[in-house]
């Protein structure tokens, strides 16, 4: 596969795509290899609409929000582009993980520790939208727990407000937050499980 253009790929130019991770009615997400400037295995999201006016602008402006937050529970996106149809794809780096849903489904992860967890990644976002960033689409695929840390982390953050029209903060801010609420419900209504 070729790469996302260079003057938006942030150093990576050419990329492999290794397999599917997910699909949505309106998104593909794969894992990619990339080779340049050295072996990495990164996150491609596909999108099969086009993309909003000023994306390319828009995304740009999130790296710049971004920088210089050392956060761990959010995985920033490192690329963007347009294909000769309009669609956007973007380029984040790889977080090997779960969906904290399925953590406790599988009886690795007790509702009450999720819950838990839950609540650092709400602190967390209420700093986000104090330095005008917004998640925007919080929902069960995009909090997962990697293998090697007790702490959640989120996936497409601030991705969802690059389609939209702008001035709509304040609209994904209340909607990160009722998108925790709701996590949290489902999370609270699934049984213990004894640890495998």
């Known amino acids: 596969m070729e790469a996302i253009d260079e003057k938006h790929s942030g150093g990576t130019r050419h990329l492999t795509i290794q397999m599917p991770l997910g699909e949505s009615a309106s998104a593909s997400v794969f894992l990619v290899r990339g080779e340049y400037p050295a072996l990495q295995f990164l996150r491609l999201k596909t999108w099969r609409r086009p993309a909003a006016p000023g994306f390319l602008a828009r995304f740009q402006q999130l790296q710049k929000q971004l920088e210089g937050w050392d956060c761990e529970a959010i995985v920033p996106p490192l690329a963007a582009s347009i294909d000769a149809t309009g669609c956007p794809s973007v380029l984040s780096g790889f977080r090997q993980g779960v969906p904290i849903v399925d953590r406790v489904k599988s009886g690795r992860l007790n509702p009450e520790d999720a819950c838990a967890r839950l609540t650092l990644l709400v602190e967390l976002m209420h700093r986000a939208h104090a330095r ?65």
Do not use: K, M, Q
């Open 132 to 196: 005008g960033l917004v998640h925007g689409s919080i929902v069960p695929g995009n909090v997962i727990i990697p293998p090697d840390s007790a702490a959640a982390c989120l996936l497409d953050f601030g991705l969802a407000p690059l389609f939209a029209t702008p001035g709509r903060e304040a609209a994904f801010a209340s909607g990160d937050l009722a998108g925790f609420d709701a996590l949290a419900r489902t999370l609270r209504e699934l049984p213990a499980r004894p640890s495998p």
